[in-house]
Every structure is written in C-alpha cells, then in structure tokens.
C-alpha cells in the first residue's frame, strides 16, 4: 500500500508499463492477425480493464485515476475519428464503446474511491472481463442465436457474461465482506443485470451501462442486506 500522503510514483510507473505493454501487445497482433480485428480490441480492452486493481491495492489518489480516464477517453474520441491507434476501433462498425468505457473508470473512480474502490473494480472488472470474454466466446464458439432489440446475440456469449460477471463479483465482495449467503445473493443480481444490460445495449452504450450500473447495485445491495 502506498502513503497517501505521497506522490505514487512507482504505482504510477507500474499502470503506464503495463497499459504500454497491453497497448503495444495488442498493436502487434493487429499487424500479424490482421483478420481478427476483434481479439486485438478485447486485449485492450480485457487489459485496461484490470489497472483498476493498481488503482485499488496502491491507494493511488481519486484525482489521478479520474485525470487518466479523462486523457484515456480523450484518446478513444480521437481514435474514433482518426486512425491513431488501430487496434482500439477495428470492429468493422462505428462504436463510441472505447470512449464510454474511460468515462466509466471516472465515473466509478470518482464515486467510489478512496472509501469504497472495491465496487469500482466490481463494475469495470465485470465489463472487462465479462464483456470481453463474451464476445470473443460469443463470436468464435456461439452456437445458439437470439435477437434483443435487434442485437445478434449468442447464448453462450450471455453464459459467459454472466458467469465471469458473477465470479468477479464474488471474488471481489468475498474478499472485503467475506463468504456468506447474502454474498451469494447480490452476486447472482449484479451477473443477471449485467448480462441484461449488455444484450439490450447498442452502440457501445454497455461500456458506460455495465460498469456503473453493476458497481452501484453491487453498492447499494451491500448497504441493505449487510450494512444496515
């Protein structure tokens, strides 16, 4: 744990080298497997995804982790419109998804740190791995399609989404609140709401719903069933 009362320079060092190392891994594979547009994307965004964990086990300062969402989001508009980085829009289709998935981690950062960071990482954990590994499963292995609203959805994709939305949950609650029955229970809410969210969502809207939403219920739901 890092001293709140200093500047957190080696975490800090930490986050940029491994997001580097995410980014520069997944412009790579851009360039050799230049048919799967999409696995590059969810590197970025399955990677991203777990600096929240820097941001949580380091202290690292709210207003840090929301200026770097601001400058992450910045980047993803401009990516959207210029060709800057390849590998965080070559999905084959126009999607602000990358840019509401920085303004989640704000949003979140900014609610829930330095008191609460555990239901921060809920809500972009559940969107980065939940939603990534639900789309690649979904894409490569999906089997058995449905429409919601007009979204092509596969039902092993929503499996997916909503086990990993559920073991992240779990491993995350468990981890500050312990191993009980009403742990279980908000569990199974917050994966069966993600899940939803994602089937329904268009244009990348998910990136924005999935996090705060299953961040706030998983925060809300602790505060009836364990808190009061």
Known sequence: MSDPNTFPIFPLIMVVTFLGGVILLAEVLNRIITSE???TRKVVHIGAGN???????????AWIGISAAIVAAMIALLSYFFPILPSINSVGRKSLGTFFY???????IAWFFPQHPQYAAIGILIMAWGDGLAALIGQNFGRHPY?????AKSWE??????V?????????LMTVEGNNWQIWIICSIVAITATALEAISKLGIDNLTV????GALSFFLIQTLISS
């Open 157 to 162: 994709g929503s499996l997916t989404m909503a």
């Open 164 to 172: 990993v939305s559920y073991a992240v949950s779990f491993l995350t």
């Open 147 to 151: 429409q919601v609203f007009g979204n």
């Open 211 to 214: 996090p705060i939403i299953s």
């Open 102 to 108: 920085a303004v989640s981690m704000g949003i979140l």
């Open 37 to 39: 547009t999409e696995l």
């Open 51 to 61: 600096v929240i964990l820097f941001a949580w086990w380091f202290q690292i300062p």
